[in-house]
């Protein structure tokens, strides 16, 4: 049934009987045998003629209503609207082309931007229903601390509320994979045994975790990830039951999850899971009873029950958190809120603003575009006056010349909307390179149905915008002006003229406001680039190793900073033989300047709660810390200001010592000499520690941030598991990783290396994200400035070729060639000025909304506002002159004989 | 005197099938062949006409195909389909029927009581 229709609806197509030819044909050939009739009564043929067609009546009133009744339904009405739509843009391929390149380019662009927001903020996680599943955070609002974790007692407290259905921490870590021909390091989540049961998800062998396990330690068992499983093992089919050992321990590979499963963390790396391991989080290595004010478990997700919803948890949760707190008083001195969030919140939150300035930002382009085809369109129109005020005239309906303007303009928008999809599908492998990898849910963008249905609706929308202009211009035709002969010789209607001017200006200031985001986003990276960082990382390197946290800590061979030490100084001395090397220094992975992987893996690992001496005990601060040997301060090029730097004698038996920069000495000591000072972390039995030294300021942390308190502890006496060794000096980046591992190696076999780095690439990674949206900003600002210019010139060229009648009257009543290029070029000038004046206001607007992605760049700053104007002005008056020559070299002439 | 009846509307469409029930022909020969079996008494407007003969072509009651006429000229040529030939038929029986009714209803004289 169904394709009998579409069988009629495509016969009804092509079915050549009713076209405009035949139907002229059909007339013509009428008025013929009248005149044949008319000529055997005794008329001459040319008098029949002309007898016959008065009779017959106006031959144009009747095709317009031959083409009312041919076409019955709407759908008849819709299908001759689109073919002689087809045939008009035939007609004229040189604009059609125009046209669908620049929608093709609008909506090509916006569709490729929408498919990442789509994938990572609009899509549910790829997990079995997804709106129940959870994270749990804790924060002591009253001193401003937030997700500063939580303790296992706490964790069985949710996990035994009836609030949930699972419970589990994600403990993000690395581990030391051996047991195979060379030791590697694999991202590991430690996690409670119903985290595969929370996420509803399936290993694609074997099995997942038992739910159930409740006692102390780890399970003896690991899940691997897809990707693992072929890297190192070669994707065997006979994996399971494999044993290996991980940081010394041995333990059972029992299933193999699915390639393409994410673990939902909120980094790349906290992502990308290599191995997953389970405990009831006490018992060894942790505390038999572990305590309740010991939050060492930094992220908790969980799965609600079923039938409850976020708002009903988040209630029942919060009377939870009053009764424990009033339980057991002496472990919560301060208010403590339990926070429930969304899970997919916690992925891709960070990332809404920077997409939704993306999709802001190509928005505008296609807007831009629209106008600019609306232009062309009115352009267009001008020329079709005279045919449609016919048309009106003599009875054609209004609203079916307009449904005709707008049909043309919906197949236009549709024809570059399929081109632009077209060109995203075949160019995805490219696009998908420019995206950064710190992006979340990479991996699931794809042109699904929804992106596919948006870009659908965009060119539909597109095509009304743009299709609007000349359609309501169309309405308000000035019949009389339009069929007058001598309207070809002035400038065309007042409105039209008006419109197309305005639109003109309203380009104009998208462009510019476009031009000013990506000025001032260019000028805060440019000034990015070029800060003084406060360290030198020329002819840096950064190797990484890891020592073992085994299970079973009587068989750690580095428990203590005193077992640690003997390898750590063979360490730095064996790396210092090496070719090249001029310094070398250890550090924990926090001390790796401006290292975002590292920082972000472990939320607790880099962060110190601590108290001070002689102030509240009850009001602890938490502070970035790092651990690094005496001699990194002076490889990494940090210069003491006061006091003195670590030295040989400061080792485990003596009293912790602690540098500290300028800005951490200036918040926690302000107005007093920081030296000497003494503050303690807030675990028990931890000793005080004296600050010694204190040195400059320098962008760690961040590049845009040059006064981050930093504190260094000694590594002697604060030992690390986690190890970044820095080599400076002439050395060859790609065989000193080898040597290091050889090294590394040569003292314990165990232990893998990898993460070889160089520090000016590491300050660069840190700019990744900043540069990609520079990027994009800029190229769409480059497209909407081309857009705007294409725009004017149009314009410009129109009103010249206008007003031909016109300049050649001024040239032969004695004005100079170069009076009409000033004439012309004045015209185009005033409408640049007005765009860029609007644009200007608006952009001062908008530059307010981006303040935060702005670095030490004013959102209102002259010098980016006034050269992108000159700029943009510069580039307007270039467009308008090659019309303004055309005008010039008008021969007098023709253009007076013209008509 | 030719009295040119006012057309009801609908009419016009019966008239036209009719016409070509008589045989295939243009859209001239329409306008003949009803005046000529009127009598004289209906001349169709010229301008009615084939929007008429378009819309029932749409409908299905007419087919089309391009041929020669009388005196060479080539010209497209109307003919009745079955579906034109039975709706010809119904319109006809309800126009009698129609036409009967209302000359009873005018014939009508006052009742003595």
């Known amino acids: 049934m169904i394709l009998a229709y579409f069988r009629s609806l495509a016969a009804r197509f092509i079915h050549r009987s009713q076209t405009e030819n035949d139907l002229e044909e059909e007339l013509r050939s009428h008025i013929q045998l009248r005149a044949d009739d008319l000529e055997r009564f005794g008329l001459g043929r040319a008098e029949a003629e002309r007898r016959a067609r008065i009779e017959f009546g106006g031959e144009a009133r009747f095709k317009e209503e031959c083409r009312e009744a041919i076409a019955g339904n709407f759908l008849d009405i819709l299908i001759q609207d689109v073919r002689f739509s087809l045939r008009m843009l035939r007609k004229s391929p040189g604009f059609t082309a125009i046209v669908v390149l620049t929608i093709a380019l609008g909506v090509g662009a916006t569709t490729a931007i929408f498919s990442v927001v789509d994938a990572t903020l609009l899509q549910p996680l790829p997990y079995s229903q997804p709106e129940q599943l959870v994270s749990i955070q804790s924060d002591l609002p009253a001193i401003g601390a937030h997700d500063i974790g939580i303790s296992q007692p706490e964790l069985q407290d949710f996990q035994q509320s009836g609030i949930f259905e699972y419970v589990s921490p994600m403990w993000f870590d690395e581990n030391n994979l051996t047991g195979l021909s060379q030791p590697t390091r694999v991202r590991l989540t430690i996690v409670a045994s119903n985290y595969f049961a929370l996420l509803r998800a399936q290993p694609q062998l074997g099995r997942a975790f038992d739910p159930q396990y409740n006692s102390p330690g780890f399970i003896p068992e690991i899940v691997i990830s897809d990707s693992l499983w072929k890297r190192l093992f070669g994707g065997d089919p006979n994996i399971l039951d494999t044993s290996v050992r991980m940081d010394t321990d041995l333990y059972r590979i ?54 409850l919803t976020i708002s009903a948890a988040q209630s029942r949760l919060d009377a939870l958190a009053t009764s424990l707190q009033k339980q057991f008083l002496g472990d919560y001195p301060n208010d403590w809120k339990i926070r429930l969030r969304p899970l997919k919140e916690t992925v891709v939150g960070n990332f809404r603003r920077p997409l939704f300035l993306l999709l802001s930002a190509v928005g505008l382009v296609l807007l831009i575009g629209c106008v600019n085809v609306a232009n062309l369109l009115l352009a267009r129109a001008s020329a079709r006056a005279r045919e449609m005020a016919i048309r009106r005239a003599l009875g054609a309906d209004q609203a079916r010349l307009t449904r005709q303007l707008l049909t043309e303009s919906l197949i236009l928008s549709l024809l570059g909307g399929a081109a632009g999809v077209a060109v995203v599908f075949a160019g995805k492998q490219f696009l998908f390179r420019l995206v950064p990898e710190t992006l979340p849910r990479l991996n699931e963008i794809s042109l699904s149905w929804s992106v596919l249905i948006f870009a659908l609706l965009v060119s539909i929308l597109s095509g009304v915008i743009f299709g609007l202009a000349p359609a309501l211009n169309a309405t308000q035709l000035d019949l009389i002006h339009a069929l007058n002969q001598e309207g070809r010789g002035s400038t065309g209607s007042g409105e039209r003229a008006k419109t197309r001017r305005a639109l003109v200006i309203a380009e104009f200031a998208l462009s510019l406001v476009l031009m000013i985001a990506a000025g001032l986003l260019l000028h805060s990276f440019w000034d990015l680039l070029n800060v003084r960082l406060g360290f030198n990382p020329q002819s840096v390197m950064s190797v990484r190793t890891r020592l073992p946290y085994p299970n079973d800590t009587s068989i750690d061979k580095y428990a203590t900073a005193a077992q640690e030490a003997p390898f750590i100084h063979e360490l730095l001395r064996r790396c210092g033989s090496l070719p090249g090397v001029e310094e070398v220094a250890i550090g924990d992975p926090a001390s790796i300047p401006l290292d975002e992987s590292q920082r ?3 939320a607790l690992e880099g962060k110190f709660f601590l108290t001070f001496d002689g102030k509240d005990p009850n009001a602890p601060s938490m502070v970035e810390r790092s651990r690094v040997t005496p001699e990194y301060f002076h490889l990494v090029g940090i210069p003491l200001r006061r006091g003195r730097l670590f030295n040989e004698f400061d080792n485990d038996t003596a009293r912790q010592v602690a540098v500290v920069n300028e800005a951490f000495a200036r918040i926690y000591w302000p107005n007093e000499d920081a030296i000497g000072k003494r503050f303690k972390s807030t675990r028990p039995d931890s000793p005080w520690i004296t600050v010694v030294g204190i040195i400059a300021n320098a962008r760690t942390q961040s590049l845009a941030d040059n006064d981050a308190p930093q504190l260094y502890l000694n590594i002697f006496q604060v030992p690390a598991k986690h190890l970044a060794v820095f080599l400076r000096g002439r050395i060859d980046t790609a065989i000193i990783p080898d040597r ?105 607007g908008v530059s307010q909304l981006m303040t935060t992605l702005l670095y030490g760049v004013n959102p209102t700053d002259p010098l980016t506002f006034g050269s992108v104007a000159l700029l943009f002005i510069t580039v307007a008056l270039l467009a308008c002159y090659l019309p303004a020559r055309r005008a010039m070299r008008v021969n007098p002439m023709i253009a007076l004989r013209y008509e | 005197m030719d009295y040119e009846a006012e057309l009801l509307p609908g009419t016009l469409d019966l008239l036209i099938l009719k016409a070509v029930s008589l045989g295939p022909l243009h859209g001239y020969g329409v306008l003949l062949r009803i005046a000529q079996i009127s009598g004289r008494a209906l001349l169709i407007q010229q301008g009615a006409l084939y929007p008429a003969l378009f819309r029932l072509e749409r409908q299905g009651l007419l087919k089309t195909s391009w041929d020669k006429s009388e005196n060479n000229r080539r010209a497209k040529f109307y003919e009745l389909t079955s579906k ?30």
């Open chain 1, 740 to 844: 290091v591992r050889a090294q590394v190696q040569a003292l314990d076999p165990t232990l893998p290396v990898f993460g070889a780095q160089t520090l000016t690439q590491t300050v660069s990674d840190s700019l990744a994200q900043r540069r990609f949206s520079m990027e994009m900003i800029a190229s769409f600002a480059a497209t909407a400035l081309l857009l705007a210019a294409l725009g004017i010139y149009g314009v410009i060229s129109y009103m010249v070729s206008e007003r031909t009648q016109e300049i050649g009257i001024r040239l032969a009543l004695g004005a100079q060639p170069r009076n009409i290029l000033g004439i012309v070029l004045g015209q185009g000038l005033r409408l640049a000025l007005i765009g860029a004046g609007v644009g200007l206001i608006c952009a001062i």
């Open chain 2, 84 to 113: 034109g030939r039975k709706r010809l038929r119904e319109e006809t029986d309800g126009w009698n029927r129609l036409v009967a009714a209302i000359a009873s209803s005018l014939a009508a004289q006052p009742q003595k009581t």
């Open chain 1, 254 to 307: 029992v299933g193999v999850m699915p390639p393409g499963f994410d673990a939902p963390g909120r980094t790349a790396e906290e992502r990308n899971i290599e191995v997953w391991a389970a405990t009831s989080f006490y018992g060894p290595p942790l505390p038999e009873h572990p305590a309740r004010n010991r939050r060492n478990l930094p992220t908790v997700i969980a799965r609600l029950s079923p039938g």
């Open chain 1, 600 to 602: 972000r893996l472990n």
